[in-house]
Structure formats: structure tokens, C-alpha cells
């Protein structure tokens, strides 16, 4: 099949709502606004056409880290979720050494540059031992904007984003600093107070961090982070659908709230995802893998997820009975927007690049396009 492709006759999810019996023109890496005389014509009947997906907050997959694993190991966990639907990823690292994750940052970069991941995001060690999760207590520090900034220098500019419990001393130094530097401030792993968290917002932070998670609870006396971060129209929260991180009443409020334009679907995956059952290692903690529940093995926290995004998406739509047009908005046009590059992906349009998920009537996923290549091939006519 040649480079140029009209896939025709699926519903179409664009920005303006759904397009029965569609058509989307793809000419070499780009989506084309009409189509050329010698293009390809593929019968996606009985199929929806939606953006490809992006993942904002993600450790790894395929039995890969991205925290620890070598360049082939990053490549092999990305290539992962791409067969998920995942056209463009962030990678997370977790908490460890400053001088560890300089030499990470500086690995991944290069990744970056090549185009293979979308930048960095640095999740800890700047974050609250009293919320700490599956990070590795005696490696956690106070975010001191010196220490904030040598991990934006080791990043070389593809820093895209750093998790931060901005009540903790140098926190709202540190959101300036980061806001500063065009990189997202995302408040997570925190203990903040209802007030704290306004304060770190007003300086510049702009995400939730998988909200509801590694926070404390929503409060009526004492409502604490959550309720500031649903409130504030400049905060978009990160949300894990996956049945294990949030009852499914918690993640209606999240939508109910802040509205489908302020909620991005992350997948927080660790190297289970996509590869199974049994026992990985988080950083420096051991992690069980029971079912696809990861948790540590010393005090059984939940330790990232095993989520893929097409896995995401099925279940909003099918078990949260969300709105299509909102799944497509929270997997896609929300993290692209966030990540300054909706001017390329996140959606259906002409001269975008040619990022496309082929799902069948049961929301299953049957094809991935990245830059006009099939990923996972439809084998239609």
C-alpha cells in the first residue's frame, strides 16, 4: 500500500463531533484536506477513527523502564504502548539519586531529540514522604529550585513536566522556576492543605498529578488539594481509569467538575503494563504484579499501573459511560494542548500528523497509524 490512503466509511471523532460514514485522507505523514487521484482507498466501515493517543505520565511497558532500562529497553516499552494506541508518550522517571537522574534525563533527551518520546517528565524526588506512594523515602529532598533547575539543565530543554508537594520548603520558588522555564509544575504526592495548594496554583502550577491518588482525601471541613485543583479552571488533573486507582463515583466528580476539557487519561504504567503478571522493580523497590494490581512488595502501596490507553479508553466509554467525543478530548486534544503541541496531534485535522487509533464497534482496538505507518495493521481491503 502506497503512502497515500483515504480510510473511508468509519465514524470520524473530530473537534466538532462525530462524522458517520467519514473519511480521513492521509498523504505520506500528514493528514491531507482532500484526496490525491492515486490514493489508496481502505473500508474502514463499522469502525471509529479517533486522534492517536497521547500519555503524559508514563514509566514504562513491555517489561521495560524507563526509569532504569538501557536505550533499547526505552525503545522496546515506547514501541509497547504504541501498539496500545499511543502515538506520542512522555517518559516518567521516579525518585532516585540527583545524580541518577541527571544521567536519565540526559539519556532520554537524546530520545527526545530523535522524536522517539515527547520529553521528561521527573516524578520525585521532590515530593511529601508523607504521601510518598511507591517512591523511595530516603531518597525524597525538599524541592530546592537549585536542585529543581539541575535536572531542567541535565533535560537540555525536553523537560516537559515535574511532579512537586509545592507546600514543602522551595515549592513555590520551585513552580516559578518551572513555569519560568516552560516546563509544567503538576502538584502530586502531597500533603498540601486546601490554601497551600491555591498558593502553588497562583504561582504557576497547571496539573494535577493523578488526582485523588497519593493526596489527602476530599474533606468537607478541611477539603484539602483536591477540591482547589477541581475548582481552578487554569488546572487540568491527570485521571487513571483502570478500575483500581479510582471508584468509578470519583472519577464522574472529576468529569462533573472540571468538565471534559480540563481531564487528561494517563496511564502512570510501570514495566508490567503490556507484559504480565509477576515481579518488577519500581526504581529501588521491588513491586508485585497480582492480576495487573502492582503493588509494593514491602507495605503493599499501589505502585503505578499496568494500564494501556486503548484499555483506558474502552472502559470510559463502556463502564463510565462517557461521551465519546469527551474520551477522545481526555486521551488526545487535552494532553497535546498541554504539551504545546496541539498544533500537530490530538486530533483529526488537516496537516496534522498522521496519528490514528482504528477501534471496532466494542471500542477494541483494531488499528494504529503513527505518521501515516501502520503501527498495528487493520488488514482491511
Known amino acids: 500500500m502506497g503512502s497515500r490512503k483515504v480510510l473511508a466509511g468509519a465514524r470520524v471523532v473530530l473537534p466538532t463531533g462525530i462524522v458517520h460514514d467519514g473519511r480521513v485522507v492521509v498523504d505520506g505523514t500528514r493528514i491531507a484536506g482532500a484526496a490525491p ?52 508518550l512522555v517518559a516518567s522517571t521516579v ?44 531518597l525524597l529532598r525538599d524541592p530546592d529550585p537549585a536542585e529543581v533547575r539541575k535536572l531542567i539543565d541535565a533535560a537540555r530543554g525536553r523537560a516537559r513536566m515535574v511532579t512537586l508537594a509545592t507546600e514543602l520548603p522551595g515549592g513555590i520558588d520551585s513552580v516559578r522556576l518551572l513555569a519560568e522555564h516552560g516546563v509544567i509544575a503538576a502538584i502530586g504526592h502531597t500533603d498540601a492543605t486546601y490554601e497551600q495548594t491555591v498558593q502553588a496554583i497562583d504561582a504557576g502550577a497547571t496539573v ?23 475548582e481552578d479552571e487554569r488546572i487540568t488533573v491527570e485521571l487513571i481509569d483502570d478500575g483500581t486507582h479510582l471508584h468509578p463515583a470519583a472519577l464522574q466528580l472529576a468529569f462533573h467538575r472540571a468538565g471534559a476539557g480540563r481531564v487528561t487519561f494517563i496511564t502512570d504504567a510501570m514495566d508490567a503494563a503490556g507484559f504480565g503478571d509477576g515481579r518488577y522493580m519500581l526504581g529501588p523497590l521491588e513491586v508485585e504484579v497480582s492480576e495487573g494490581v502492582a503493588r509494593l512488595v514491602e507495605g503493599g502501596s499501589i505502585a503505578g499501573s499496568t494500564l494501556t490507553l486503548d484499555r483506558a479508553f474502552k472502559r470510559a466509554v463502556t463502564v463510565d459511560r462517557l461521551p465519546v467525543e469527551d474520551v477522545v478530548a481526555a ?39 503513527r505518521r501515516g505507518e501502520w503501527v498495528v495493521d487493520p488488514q482491511l481491503g
Open 95 to 138: 525518585t532516585g539519586d540527583m545524580d541518577f537522574l541527571a544521567q536519565r534525563a540526559g539519556l532520554l533527551s537524546e530520545l527526545a531529540e530523535q522524536g522517539d518520546i515527547a520529553g521528561i517528565h521527573f516524578e520525585g524526588p521532590f515530593i511529601s514522604p508523607c504521601r510518598k506512594g511507591a517512591h523511595s523515602e530516603e
Open 331 to 369: 486521551i488526545s486534544a487535552n494532553p497535546a494542548r498541554l504539551l504545546g503541541m496541539d498544533d500537530r496531534i490530538g486530533s483529526l485535522e488537516p496537516g496534522k500528523d498522521a496519528d490514528l487509533v482504528l477501534l471496532d464497534r466494542q471500542f477494541d482496538l483494531k488499528g494504529v497509524m
Open 37 to 88: 487521484e492515486d490514493a489508496d482507498v481502505v473500508d474502514v466501515s463499522g469502525h471509529w477513527l479517533v486522534p492517536g493517543f497521547v500519555d503524559i505520565h508514563n514509566h514504562g511497558g513491555g517489561g521495560a523502564s524507563f526509569t532504569s532500562g538501557t536505550v533499547e529497553d526505552v525503545l522496546h516499552g515506547i514501541h509497547t504502548h504504541r501498539l496500545h494506541g499511543t502515538t506520542t
Open 208 to 230: 494535577a498529578t493523578h488526582l485523588f491518588n497519593a493526596m489527602p482525601p476530599l474533606g468537607h471541613r478541611a477539603p484539602g488539594p483536591i477540591a482547589a485543583l477541581l
